[in-house]
């Protein structure tokens, strides 16, 4: 057939540095380390829930391969990088047989139902976790029912307010959370903040801060885990296993809205938001660095990865500020992920193919 009579058409693609493998081991390496952080403190329940959904996970993907040409694959480590993310989302007194199920649902259903790596659309770990969540809701729930948003929530709908608009203020009003008593390490860590650091640009870091970078109490094991996901994040930013600036995009937008916005439902005024607190709670990190800079179930055009991660940012704002849903940063990315087939569709169609009839 003469080539000018050939229809062209590129599928979009992402040029990245690192190959499959490469990029899986690095996030299962940034998620391990939260993981850990969180098990310090809850007697290693952490790591056996982490530990119960890998086997689940890699016994899932190895019964989809056993048997075919593509067995190897399941050394690419994608199986145990969705499992470690999934584990970040969930609470850390979660029993482990929920989180065994959300690990095989994630392999089976969400993943190798659609064809396996990379024909996905949803994220095995979004997948899972709202398996967990929509499946068992009153059992999720109660787990995190003294994590700081549940208290949060609690004291909103009691009629608790704060002047300054201060989440931790309220959190403070609604359960005593974050008290560190004169000696203990957070306070040591605050004070020393403070009189070093702080008091040179007259500022003073207010009592809690300090607590969510070494949380104890009840949560998810990624807000248990902020100060080693944040170590976690560096080391994914500066391999390039995926593109930084999306999550750039995404906390920018969602910060810029919070220090607008976020300080109205906590009783303060415009413009006074806590975007401390809007980005280490909640799994924003997780949800920035892990999930929607995924490059598998995201855009391919640098526009459309902008667009969506804008619109993460933005969901997730409503989402948390205004329906009230602590986590609703996953539910913001579950739903770009439905709508990334129909971008994927239109970068197809309007900058990667062309067809033509000479």
């Known amino acids: 057939m003469p080539e000018k009579d050939i229809l062209w058409y590129r599928r979009a693609q992402i040029n990245l540095s690192w190959p499959t493998a490469g990029r899986m081991w690095v996030v299962s390496l940034c998620a391990g380390l939260a993981i850990f952080q969180s098990s310090l403190s809850d007697s290693f329940a952490s790591l056996f829930i982490a530990l119960s959904?890998?086997?689940?996970?890699?016994?899932?993907?190895?019964?989809?391969?056993?048997?075919?040409?593509?067995?190897?694959?399941?050394?690419d480590g994608s199986s145990v990088a969705s499992a470690l993310v999934l584990v970040l989302l969930l609470p850390n007194?979660?029993?482990?047989?929920?989180?065994?199920?959300?690990?095989?649902?994630?392999?089976?259903?969400?993943?190798?139902?659609?064809?396996?790596?990379?024909?996905?659309?949803?994220?095995?770990?979004?997948?899972?976790?709202?398996?967990?969540?929509?499946?068992?809701?009153?059992?999720?729930?109660?787990?995190?029912?003294?994590?700081?948003?549940?208290i949060v929530s609690a004291g909103i709908r009691q009629g608790l307010v704060d002047p300054g608009g201060s989440p931790l203020e309220i959190l403070r009003l609604g359960g005593g959370y974050f008290s560190s008593?004169?000696?203990?390490?957070?306070?040591?860590?605050?004070?020393?903040?403070?009189?070093?650091?702080?008091?040179?640009?007259?500022?003073?870091?207010?009592?809690?801060?300090?607590?969510?970078?070494?949380?104890?109490?009840?949560?998810?094991?990624?807000?248990?885990?902020?100060?080693?996901?944040?170590?976690?994040?560096?080391?994914?930013?500066?391999?390039?296993?995926?593109?930084?600036?999306v999550p750039a995009v995404y906390l920018g937008v969602y910060g810029l809205l919070i220090r607008l916005f976020g300080a109205l439902p906590f009783g303060g005024m415009l413009g006074n938001g806590d975007i401390f607190f809007g980005f280490f709670s909640g799994g924003t990190i997780v949800a920035a660095f892990l999930l929607l800079a995924d490059p598998v179930t995201g855009p391919k055009s640098n526009w459309g990865a902008l667009v969506t991660a804008a619109g993460a940012g933005g969901l997730t704002f409503i989402f948390r500020y205004y329906g009230l849903e602590g986590y609703g940063a996953f539910f913001a990315i579950a739903l770009i992920n439905?709508?990334?087939?129909?971008?994927?569709?239109?970068?197809s169609r309007r900058f990667y193919g062309k067809g033509r009839n000479v």
């Open 93 to 150: 007194n979660l029993h482990p047989l929920y989180a065994v199920m959300g690990g095989v649902f994630a392999m089976a259903v969400v993943k190798h139902s659609f064809g396996g790596l990379g024909s996905n659309w949803m994220n095995p770990a979004i997948g899972g976790w709202l398996f967990i969540r929509c499946s068992w809701p009153e059992i999720f729930n109660k787990s995190l029912e003294m994590s700081p948003w549940a």
């Open 181 to 245: 008593p004169v000696g203990s390490l957070e306070w040591t860590v605050q004070s020393f903040l403070n009189s070093r650091v702080f008091s040179l640009f007259n500022l003073e870091l207010p009592e809690g801060y300090v607590e969510f970078f070494n949380s104890s109490g009840m949560g998810i094991i990624a807000d248990r885990g902020v100060f080693a996901l944040l170590l976690g994040t560096i080391i994914i930013t500066a391999s390039q296993v995926s593109r930084s600036w």
């Open 53 to 75: 959904t890998v086997l689940a996970a890699v016994l899932t993907e190895f019964l989809f391969y056993f048997r075919t040409e593509k067995a190897g694959m399941i050394r």
């Open 338 to 347: 439905a709508l990334v087939p129909l971008i994927r569709d239109i970068e």
